[in-house]
């Protein structure tokens, strides 16, 4: 089945370490964003890239980075940077034909 | 820039009862709007969309939605609430400019359904 998965589903950090969540789609869309959701904000772009080797900021890309080496894959880390990192982090995927975004079914960090 | 403004954090309706959640958006270009529904610990879940056609869309689960330019609204609506219809509802605008699905969201309307 064609789909974005996402792994872990869960993942625990100690303050000051650095975290990479894992993003594979399987749909060849050529785009995939990052968002972090807070209770009672929504979601926020952190991330997205709309092309293989290339990449943009979202609006709260402070404190994380990704790369974009394959097409089906986008992973993001959160760094020691990140002051306040616990939150639900959705990754989508789009492609120019089609009008939405479809969504991973999460990965929630906790700082421990 | 774009926003997208869901009035009402929560909202409570009986089984059988209308739903009725609210979003208005603000874009400098014709929009893109979409609903999606999230379900605890979950990810999004697209519902339905307004891409410039009908301007009133249907969508899954009994969902539909009028698109208002003159109020600049896109409310969601179904007729007769199911309990499997608790979760937590999105509205979204699309920034099309320069192309790719960059979307930017409400805070969201947790919808609750009592018996």
């Known amino acids: 089945d064609g789909g974005i998965t996402q792994s872990p589903k869960y993942l625990f950090r100690k303050e000051g370490q650095n975290v990479t969540l894992s993003c594979e789609q399987n749909?060849?869309?050529?785009?995939m964003y990052w968002y972090r959701q807070d209770p009672g904000q929504g979601l926020r772009l952190i991330y997205y890239?709309?092309?293989?080797?290339?990449?943009q900021k979202g609006d709260i890309a402070e404190g994380y980075s990704v790369s974009r080496e394959k097409k089906e894959s986008f992973p993001l880390t959160v760094t020691s940077a990140q002051k306040n990192p616990t939150a639900f982090y959705l990754c989508?995927?789009?492609?120019?034909?089609?009008?939405?975004?479809?969504f991973g079914q999460g990965t929630r960090l906790t700082v421990v | 820039a774009q926003s997208v403004t869901q009035l009402g954090s929560h909202v409570s309706v009986s089984e059988g009862a209308l739903v009725l959640l609210r979003c208005n958006y603000s874009?400098?270009?014709?929009?893109?709007l979409f609903w999606y529904v999230q379900y605890p610990n979950q990810g999004l879940q697209l519902l339905l969309k307004?891409?410039?056609?009908?301007?009133l869309v249907k969508g899954i689960n009994g969902f539909e939605a009028e698109f208002k330019k003159s109020e600049t609204s896109f409310h969601l609506t179904k007729p007769s609430a199911h309990m499997s219809d608790a979760a937590e509802y999105f509205c979204?605008?699309?920034?099309?400019?320069?192309?790719?699905?960059?979307?930017?969201f409400g805070t969201g309307t947790q919808l609750k359904v009592e018996l």
């Open positions: 749909l060849n869309h050529d785009a």
């Open positions: 874009s400098s270009v014709p929009p893109y």
């Open positions: 307004y891409t410039s056609a009908a301007t």
């Open positions: 989508a995927s789009s492609d120019w034909t089609i009008t939405e975004a479809f």
């Open positions: 979204a605008v699309s920034d099309q400019t320069g192309g790719g699905n960059k979307l930017t």
């Open positions: 890239s709309q092309i293989v080797n290339d990449f």
